[in-house]
């Protein structure tokens, strides 16, 4: 897990997040028939194709589903080994490492044969993307899949309109309406990072993927200012103190 500050990674990067994780998955399914952002669908679609005796789509869909697993733990490896005085850097770091496999995966895709190639970096992306976010203003988030976000969404919705009443303490109805505000907002920033990704590669192909570098780049170089600056912060604190 990525560790921003208590309440995890600044919400405006969570939501630029699940809209790259929603343009990356469909553009991954238009340009390789697999999703790379999730296991669910992979492992579902990978029964239906040994089914038809598509063996090699089953194989590639298992592929993915082993990558991104794959990629979650090198995230997780990442954080735990990476020297200290870089941890405070470690999401512009895993950001740095999705732009670089996005790359590679562009032109893998260049040659149909190399199609595993391509599912493999784009999965490993998504996997490290997916450990990288974990929090967003003290709540549980994903930036590749919505159905754990969707089910708490559902959940807490209904609370906020049928459980919650007056008796119930401020402090709980107001961490209730702020996690129903930020899964909805993810939630709907992922379906228009999907819509933008399968309308744009669609008519783009391999361009409109690397698009993803430009948002990528811009989040890390962020990432990394405001690291910077808050350092520099808690420096000026210390000696202050002394």
């Known amino acids: 897990m990525i560790k921003t500050s208590g309440e995890g990674t600044a919400f405006s990067i969570s939501i630029a997040l ?17 999703f790379t952002g999730h296991l669910t669908g992979n492992c579902v679609l990978a029964a239906v194709s040994a089914a038809s005796n598509e063996w090699n789509l089953a194989v590639h869909r298992l592929l993915a589903a082993g990558v991104f697993i794959a990629g979650i733990l090198a995230s997780l ?55 990288a976010l974990r929090k967003t203003n003290r709540i549980s988030v994903h930036s590749t899949y919505m159905t754990g976000m969707v089910t708490t969404l559902l959940q807490k919705s209904f609370a906020h309109f049928f459980l919650m009443r007056e008796a119930t303490e401020p402090a709980a109805k107001e961490a209730n309406d702020a996690a129903v505000y930020v899964l ?7 379906l228009g990072g999907a819509i933008t990704g399968a309308m744009i590669v669609v008519f783009s192909h391999i361009a409109g993927l690397l698009l993803l570098v ?29």
């Open 77 to 131: 490896t990442l954080s735990q080994f990476i020297p200290h005085k870089w941890k405070r850097y470690s999401l512009a770091i895993s950001l740095c490492a999705e732009v670089l496999l996005v790359v590679i995966a562009s032109v893998f895709l260049a040659n149909p044969a190399y199609k595993a190639g391509f599912i493999v970096c784009m999965c490993l992306a998504l996997g490290i993307q997916n450990d």
């Open 214 to 242: 430009l948002p990528l780049s811009l989040l890390a170089y962020v990432e990394v200012r405001k690291r910077r600056v808050a350092g520099m912060q808690a420096n000026g604190k210390v000696l202050r103190a002394g």
């Open 184 to 190: 909805a907002l993810m939630w709907l920033t992922f």
């Open 18 to 34: 699940a809209f790259v994780g929603g343009y990356a998955d469909a553009a991954s399914f238009l340009l390789a028939q697999t």
